[in-house]
């Protein structure tokens, strides 16, 4: 069909007993029948072959054609078939041979004498020259022969007399290889029937010192190290990128011709295109960051190019925020657009497109309501206004085009297959009439394409090399390539790969909305979400996001549920090097050290990174140490026990970059259980070893309290693994997702923090400066926290 698609119709339904009379087997027949492709290329096969029944021998030959050809090549498979049916190809190696010439010849003519000479057409290896090069291939292997006697590779000795032999006959020289094997070593022994053990590889021995199991890391695979090594080149993009199986039988092969192709590569420089395609109607999230590294990845390890494009077509729903939001954080995540652009750029070559498909008969004006839509598209009925004439048709889109028309009365429809089984190819909808101003292109049209009419063409119109999107879109291949077959335009590599699905959240924009416009976070931004914006402001680097996604890498598996855990194993391997250390003390209680005499400050030092040197003072930051500190509530119990580090009464505890305390005193408020002070004494001689370390934050002069910040901690949104499943989603709200801590105790050094600046708040977790701060009082984000529930030994 057109210039870029072969269109076949296959027969009818073939019966068993045809695919029997070519010598096929019962259960490769069966196994036929029940694919619907094979069924269709076998009826093809056999029809252009014009035989009912041949030898064993063709019949695998010509099967094996129905199942392997390629089908960029389909105007000289009637060739294949002659030589097949002629014997002049007689094997599978030839088979193979003949196939992979035709998949490089493409739907170019043919070069007969190319083509013999490729797939030893003509070759005849006789049985003495078999017996020879058999005898040489012994002789060269005969130590490992007498080593391993029967245990040898058969195959890999097969394989080597085939190398010189590619033409010759495998089961000739299977049968030579074993007759004379058995000359060498004699009848099997015992020892010769026993299968080999395999050998266990060796476990890593332990490191005694450290008691602990060291594992050898296995090396990284070439995906690992390059994930984009999976996406051809454009200059292969002639091969046939999906069959579009219509339910009369007929096949449109789509692929492009090769005067497309070349036009397309002049174009383009030969570079890979790419594009990145948001909808603006809400922020990204963390689904839009895995497409943005597919997308802009593949482009810049290509050194090609990847465009931002606005996938506009519904005006209703964009806003102008979005569009803003949605440029700034693509920058923010490390990536730069070659150009930005809209559908809507491309509203009048898409009009001139639509009306040409209707002068190809390939659309119609259509008033069937939406209900009436669905209904017909269950009952896979055509609409009673599929078959109006094309001129017609033209006068009312025309009319449409120019408001004369009410919305909702009229669509202009692709004129597809209504019966197909794919409900993507039930006459989709290109245009609609909105009589809304469009965001980016005004009040110029009224009319505005649908996603499915709109999107492939202009991955097109922009000799995008490559368009990549989620599974989802799998089954919307056929009706992307039929638009495009159709038009007679370049078509696109298209690739689908995993959705990136994370647990304890939610990632449909629908949803997203809700919990923003409903008011069950505080806006697109809440850190609680896993918007790109609310990470950000939870204090994840674009780095951290990009290397968790390159972590889960880019495959077309399941669609399965990946635990948020993985992502913050990646966020704290990165703050574990990059966030200087601090302390603060989230509720604090007082201690008075008794043995410090009054108006006694100490500047300490505290150290920002573990490894510090002692003698580099930009690696530490001061810290007060006088009469009056505070430790967390929680640091202190009554009652002592062994596997409790704490303060208790009578205990010693370390203070962090301080000396040993020692608890002498509790000072009670109204009930037994209010502790409100604590009296304590100091070790200045820091005799004491011991287990116990608190972090503390101290008056900074006598009666000075302690820099007064506001720190709020962060649980899952949700409380199921996937909240998605549930009808009443919202019900599976966290309540105690968000704790504001307004009066937590800071050490001076961290009134100097700014916004972007983030720490690790010894003993609680990893925080970031947020965007509520004031010169008044600093406000932080806890982004994640120290323990790292993954696993030890990192992501898997």
């Not at 960051?289 to 494009?309: Q, S, T, V, W």
């Amino acid at each position: 069909m057109g210039t870029g698609g072969d269109g076949d119709k296959a027969g009818p339904a073939l019966p068993l007993e045809a695919l029997l009379a070519l010598g096929l087997d019962q259960r490769t027949a069966e196994n036929a029948l029940v694919n619907n492709k094979v069924t269709a290329n076998l009826a093809a096969v056999i029809a252009e072959a014009g035989i009912k029944e041949c030898d064993k021998s063709v019949g695998n030959l010509l099967y094996a054609v129905a199942t392997k050809y390629p089908t960029n090549a389909l105007v000289h498979r009637p060739v294949l078939i002659s030589y097949v049916l002629s014997t002049k190809i007689k094997n599978p190696a030839q088979l193979d041979a003949a196939l992979a010439f035709l998949t490089n010849t493409g739907p170019d003519s043919l070069d007969v004498g190319q083509f013999e000479e490729a797939c030893g057409v003509g070759v005849v290896v006789s049985i003495e020259e078999i017996k020879s090069t058999v005898t040489d291939v012994l002789e060269e292997n005969m130590e490992a022969i007498k080593e391993q006697r029967y245990h040898i590779n058969v195959g890999m000795l097969c394989g080597l007399v085939r190398k010189r032999h590619p033409w010759g006959d495998a089961k000739a020289i299977k049968e030579e290889i074993d007759k004379r094997l058995v000359e060498i070593l004699g009848p099997k022994t015992e020892a010769d029937n026993i299968k080999p053990v395999k050998k266990k590889k060796e476990k890593t021995a332990k490191v005694e010192e450290k008691k602990v199991a060291v594992a050898t890391a296995a090396p990284p695979t070439e995906e690992e190290l390059n994930p984009y090594t999976i996406f051809p080149q454009p200059e292969e993009n002639f091969k046939v990128h999906t069959e579009i199986f219509y339910s009369d039988g007929n096949i449109w092969r789509a692929h492009n011709t090769k005067e497309i192709l070349e036009k397309h590569l002049k174009a383009t420089g030969g570079k890979v295109m790419t594009r990145f395609p948001p909808e603006p109607n809400g922020y990204l999230h963390i689904g839009h960051a895995k497409a943005m590294f597919i997308d802009f990845g593949l482009a810049k390890e290509r050194n090609g190019h990847c465009y931002l494009r606005f996938d506009d077509t519904n005006p209703e729903a964009e806003k102008k925020e979005y569009i803003d939001h949605i440029q700034e954080i693509v920058h923010w995540m490390g990536w730069e657009p070659y150009k930005v652009t809209y559908t809507s750029d491309y509203f009048q070559a898409l009009y001139e497109h639509a009306v040409e498909l209707i002068r190809k008969g390939l659309a119609y004006v259509d008033h069937q309501t939406a209900e009436e839509i669905k209904e017909y598209r269950e009952k896979k009925m055509n609409s009673p206004w599929r078959d109006r004439p094309t001129e017609e048709s033209l006068k009312l889109f025309e009319d449409m085009r120019r408001g004369l028309i009410a919305e909702g009365a009229a669509t202009l429809r692709m004129k597809q297959d209504m019966q197909n089984e794919n409900k993507n190819m039930s006459d989709l909808i290109a245009y609609r009439i909105k009589f809304t101003p469009h965001p980016h292109a005004g009040d110029k049209w009224c009319i505005y394409p649908s996603y499915d009419y709109a999107h492939c063409m202009v991955d097109s119109l922009e000799n995008i090399t490559h368009s990549l999107c989620t599974l989802e879109f799998d089954i919307r291949r056929p009706s992307y390539y039929w638009l495009l077959v159709a038009l007679g335009l370049y078509q696109p590599y298209v690739w689908e790969y995993s959705r990136l699905n994370i647990s304890n959240t939610v990632m449909s924009k629908r949803k997203l909305n809700r919990l923003v416009t409903e008011k069950w976070v505080e806006g697109w931004d809440d850190p609680r979400l896993l918007t790109l914006a609310g990470l950000r402001r939870r204090g994840v680097s674009s780095t951290a996001i990009n290397s968790f996604i390159r972590g889960i890498g880019i495959t077309r598996s399941d669609n399965s549920l990946i635990r948020v855990d993985r992502l913050e194993y990646h966020i704290r391997e990165e703050l574990n090097k990059t966030a200087p250390r601090t302390m603060v003390v989230l509720r604090p209680l007082k201690v008075v050290i008794t043995n410090l005499e009054e108006g006694k400050v100490l500047d300490l030092d505290g150290k920002m990174w573990p490894d510090a040197s002692d003698t580099d003072a930009s690696s530490h930051y001061k810290v007060p140490f006088s009469r009056t500190v505070y430790i967390e509530k929680t640091d202190f119990r009554l009652k002592d026990s062994k596997d409790y580090y704490g303060l208790a009464p009578g205990k010693s505890v370390m203070l962090r970059y301080a000396f040993p305390i020692k608890c002498t005193d509790v000072i009670y408020g109204d009930s037994p259980d209010d502790v409100v002070e604590i009296r304590a004494e100091y070790d200045p001689l820091k005799t004491s070893k011991l287990k116990g370390v608190l972090h503390w934050v101290s008056e900074p002069a006598p009666g000075v309290e302690p820099l007064k910040v506001e720190v709020r901690l962060f649980e899952k949104l949700f409380m199921s693994e996937n909240p998605a499943e549930l009808e009443d989603w919202l019900g599976d709200l966290n309540l105690h997702s968000k704790e504001v801590i307004k009066d937590a105790y800071a050490v001076p050094s961290l009134a100097t923090a700014i916004l972007g600046d983030k720490f690790q708040f010894e003993r609680l977790g990893y925080f970031a400066v947020d965007t509520d701060s004031t010169p008044e009082k600093l406000v932080f984000n806890r982004t994640v926290t120290l323990r790292d529930s993954f696993g030890k030994a990192g992501p898997k």
